[in-house]
């Protein structure tokens, strides 16, 4: 008889040193001009920052993990 122990101990970094390099992305053109035109309809930066983190979970053509990226990806869900 075998007994095998196993533990989550990693000898290398995971995911969250990726999640938090997305943190320090720069917003695309594309982000940077929804942003400009929620500021030109009225919204405070925290309403355009809810509205597009809103937008980007309801997307109805990303999957879990697309969704899971843009949470922490400046690049397109800046904070």
Do not use: C, I
Not at 6 to 24: G, I, K, P
């Amino acid at each position: 008889m075998a007994l095998d122990t196993l533990d989550n101990w990693h000898n290398h970094q995971t995911l969250n040193v990726n999640a938090n390099a997305l943190s320090f992305r720069k917003p695309d053109d594309a982000v940077r001009s929804n942003f400009e035109q929620y500021f030109a309809d009225g919204m405070t930066a925290t309403a355009a920052a809810d509205f597009h983190a809103s937008k980007l979970e309801l997307d109805p053509e990303a999957d879990a993990s697309e969704v899971a990226v843009h949470r922490v990806d400046a690049a397109v869900n800046p904070k």
